[in-house]
Nanobody, 123 residues
Framework: QVQLQESGGDSVQAGGSLRLSCTAS????????MAWFRQAPGKERELVAN????????SYADSVKGRFTISLDNAKKTLYLQMTGLQPGDTAMYSC????????????????WGQGTQVTVSS
């Protein structure tokens, strides 16, 4: 059983940076992917970035490419999302997830979720 806990969300000015962390208990290597999702009020939950737990490529939403970086420290059982050049459009609740079946793009593919951490970007 994998349990996830996010931290690092904050309120920042446009152009600022934040690093989100997701600490895990349990065997994350038993999962296929880990990911960051976000959901803003009135919008669908969207995949921000994902990565394979046993190595491999990472994927990013077009809206965050070049600004966000996902990384996984297996020794610390911690997933990170480094966010730079934050924009008001990045304002959302960010959640980490573990699981995945195939391409690891859909929320329905993940079976373990954290509670979320709020990121607010002011113009």
């Amino acid at each position: 059983q994998v349990q996830l806990q996010e931290s690092g969300g904050d309120s920042v000015q446009a152009g600022g940076s934040l690093r989100l962390s997701c600490t895990a208990s349990g065997d994350i290597l038993s999962t296929y992917c880990m990911a960051w999702f976000r959901q803003a009020p009135g919008k669908e939950r969207e995949l921000v970035a994902n990565t394979y737990t046993r190595g491999g490529s990472s994927s990013y939403a077009d809206s965050v490419k070049g600004r966000f970086t996902i990384s996984l420290d297996n020794a610390k059982k911690t997933l990170y999302l480094q966010m730079t050049g934050l924009q008001p459009g990045d304002t959302a609740m960010y959640s980490c997830a573990a699981g995945g079946i195939w391409m690891c793009r859909l929320a329905s593919e993940y079976n373990f979720w954290g509670q979320g951490t709020q990121v607010t970007v002011s113009s």
